[in-house]
Every structure is written in structure tokens, then in C-alpha cells.
């Protein structure tokens, strides 16, 4: 196994089933390292996180989240679902569980999915431009997500990648800010969230006073691959 301390870059389920049962496969030539699925892998982050309750009415708070895969099920198609369990903490001693949310592979593409609510995280194999419906297994309309950058390693090949879901800031109404980081053979390295309204009343209207909403960032400083 793989255990790995970050100094900084750049970030519930009723029963498990066994796994001797057949599910489909999932090929190894697309690059599917880039969000390493095995039980056991943890992620941690330090998690920085600003709640706007209005004008100049505003609280961060310092924390982390463990995300950490604690068992897998077949759906009922046969697929295999990770089912991965998120704890929060102060210290990095005491964890509280905080939800389950579970990853799979489907499609050539990495699906995430919490509250009854599943993105497309990432599309396989990545390159630079490629665009998706990040809502494609939603109801909810269509969310195009982008890979906007790429970082290759000596041999050429692509190791990190960013993945732009929203960049939008009319400076007058809302600012919409969310991107998420992955390295192959680590998975999500950071997350950034930031949705935010502004004033609008005419007294404050194009002056960027924030009015409310939040911003949640997430930066990787430990994780183990198995």
C-alpha cells in the first residue's frame, strides 16, 4: 500500500454485498487512475469554508474531511458502487461521520453521488478541452463541465488534470465559481465551490457587496492507496 502526508498542492447503505459476485469489469487502458477505486483508500483534506450571511456579515471556519471507502454493492444493473464515508474534524484525532456517498465507473465516466444526486466527475480518458454534461444522469438540465488544464509528467503522459464546472462572475448578481483537481493514481487532489449573490438593491447595485452564500475549498494533505 501507498501512504502519502501532502505538505500543500496546488486539495447510508443498508447492507454491503460481497464482491465474489459477477459484475462487468471495468477496462485498465483508460486511465481510470485517476480516481483509484479499492476499499480501504482514504483521502484527507483541509477544508477552509466561508458562510455569507449578508453585507459584511460572514464566518470561516478551519477543518478537515476524511473520505475514506468503507464498502462496495451491486446495483441493479450488476454494476459495482463504491460506497465512501466522509468524516469531519478539528484535529485530525477525533473523526464525526458526516454522510456516505458513493463513486462509480459507468459509461467511461466517473459518477458521484450524494443526496440523490449524481454528477459526472470526470470523463475517461481525460484530455485537454474535453466537455460533458456533468448533469447527464440527472433531470435537472445540462451543467457542461471542462477539462481546462492539463499538467503531463516527464514521459509526456497526463498525470493532473482540472476539471471546470462552472466560471461565471457578471459582477453584478451572482459570482458561480466550482472546479475540481484530480491526479492519476491519487483521485481528487482539490475541490473548489464558491456560489455567491450580490446586492441588488439600487443603493449597492455593480458594487460586488456580497449579499449571501458560500465558498468551500478543499486541498489534499494525506491520502493511502491500497
Known amino acids: 500500500m501507498r501512504r502519502v502526508v501532502y505538505l500543500f498542492l496546488f486539495f447510508s447503505f443498508p447492507f454491503i454485498l460481497a464482491c465474489d459476485e459477477e ?35 460572514f464566518e470561516t471556519t478551519d477543518f478537515f474531511y476524511r473520505d ?28 464525526v461521520k458526516q454522510l456516505d456517498f458513493t463513486l462509480q465507473i459507468k459509461n467511461n465516466s466517473l459518477l458521484r453521488t450524494a443526496d ?24 435537472l438540465g445540462k451543467d457542461e463541465f471542462e477539462i481546462e488544464s492539463v499538467n503531463s509528467s516527464s514521459s509526456g503522459l497526463i498525470d493532473i488534470v482540472r476539471v471546470n464546472q462552472q466560471d461565471l462572475d457578471d459582477k453584478v448578481t451572482i ?42 475549498w478543499m486541498k489534499l494533505i494525506e491520502y493511502e492507496i491500497r
Open 116 to 139: 440523490n444526486r449524481t454528477i459526472v466527475a470526470l470523463v475517461f480518458p481525460p484530455s485537454l478541452g474535453l466537455k460533458w454534461n456533468g448533469l447527464a444522469f440527472q433531470a
Open 68 to 95: 475514506r471507502i468503507r464498502g462496495t454493492y451491486l446495483n441493479d444493473a450488476r454494476e459495482l458502487v463504491y460506497i465512501v464515508e466522509r468524516s469531519k474534524s478539528t484535529n485530525r484525532q477525533t473523526w
Open 175 to 216: 459570482r458561480d465559481v466550482r472546479f475540481e483537481v484530480f491526479q492519476k493514481e491519487v483521485g481528487l487532489i482539490e475541490k473548489y465551490d464558491e456560489v455567491i449573490s450580490y446586492c441588488s438593491r439600487n443603493n449597492c447595485l455593480g458594487q460586488q457587496l456580497i449579499d449571501g452564500g458560500s465558498k468551500v
Open 23 to 57: 459484475f462487468e469489469p471495468v477496462s485498465q487502458d483508460l486511465d481510470f487512475g485517476f480516481q483509484p477505486l479499492k476499499l480501504g483508500n482514504y483521502w484527507i483534506y483541509e477544508v477552509e469554508e466561508t458562510i455569507h450571511f449578508g453585507e459584511n456579515d
